[in-house]
């Protein structure tokens, strides 16, 4: 079963706009991460936040992290065609190792 | 650095036939995942191997098994096909000691088509 719910499903922007997607998860975490997908490839692992972290950062990337709310949010600054892919986040299922759960996912489409 | 290699990239099965599918991880990771993607289900875990020994596994029949080799290397093997085994099987590998603290590197996968 999904433990990541997120939400848009969808969404199309413009080259230069910022995209938001949210991240929605049922249990308690040890981390949670995001990851990208371009159609037809493997998935490529862009940021973890740490259930201590409220927010963290990597380059036009901002992830915030609200446990109380079991939320996250992924924020792509000036966003690139080069950007459209599927965007995923994924939780640790209570510690286990190398098992991660994912969300359905949010599929980014940047107009040029 | 090579990456995650998986081998078929493609694979056209019948029903009730058995496939075996390839994952190498990146050099020095111990830890291999296996994972189903589809349409309706999205990505479900199948299960983990470490240093020969799978350590987590995922709801799927029996059907679906694997195993890890000394060099770390893994393959999945699916017998008794049925159309909805039809799936991009992706194969993740890490260094397995740090738990979820480390990021997994995801192969391109195998497209798994069942006729």
């Known amino acids: 079963s999904q433990q990541g719910e997120e939400d848009p499903q969808a969404l199309s922007i413009q080259e230069g706009e910022n995209a938001t997607m949210n991240c929605s998860y049922k249990t308690s975490i040890n981390n949670l991460q995001w990851y990208r997908q371009n159609s037809g490839r493997g998935l490529v692992h862009l940021i973890l936040i740490r259930s201590n972290e409220r927010e963290k950062h990597s380059g036009r990337l901002r992830v915030t992290l609200d446990t109380s709310k079991k939320s996250s949010s992924l924020l792509i600054t000036a966003s690139r065609a080069a950007d459209t892919a599927s965007y995923f986040c994924?939780?640790?299922?209570?510690?286990?190792?190398?098992?991660?759960?994912f969300g359905q996912g949010t599929t980014l489409q940047v107009k040029p | 650095k090579a990456g995650v290699t998986q081998t078929p990239r493609y694979l056209i099965k019948t029903r009730g036939q058995q496939v075996t599918l390839s994952c190498s991880p990146i050099s020095g990771h111990r830890s291999v995942s296996w994972y189903q993607q589809t349409p309706g289900q999205g990505l479900q875990f199948l299960f983990e191997?470490?240093?020969?020994?799978?350590?987590n596994k995922g709801n799927f029949p029996g059907r679906f098994s694997g195993r890890q080799f000394s060099n770390s290397r893994s393959e999945m093997n699916v017998s008794t096909l049925e159309l909805g085994d039809s799936a991009l099987y992706l194969c993740?590998?890490?260094?397995?000691?740090?738990?979820?603290?480390?990021?997994?590197?995801f192969g391109d996968g195998t497209r798994l088509s069942i006729l």
């Open positions: 993740a590998s890490s260094w397995g000691d740090r738990g979820l603290w480390e990021p997994q590197h």
């Open positions: 191997y470490f240093s020969e020994t799978q350590r």
């Open positions: 994924a939780t640790d299922a209570s510690g286990n190792t190398g098992k991660l759960i």
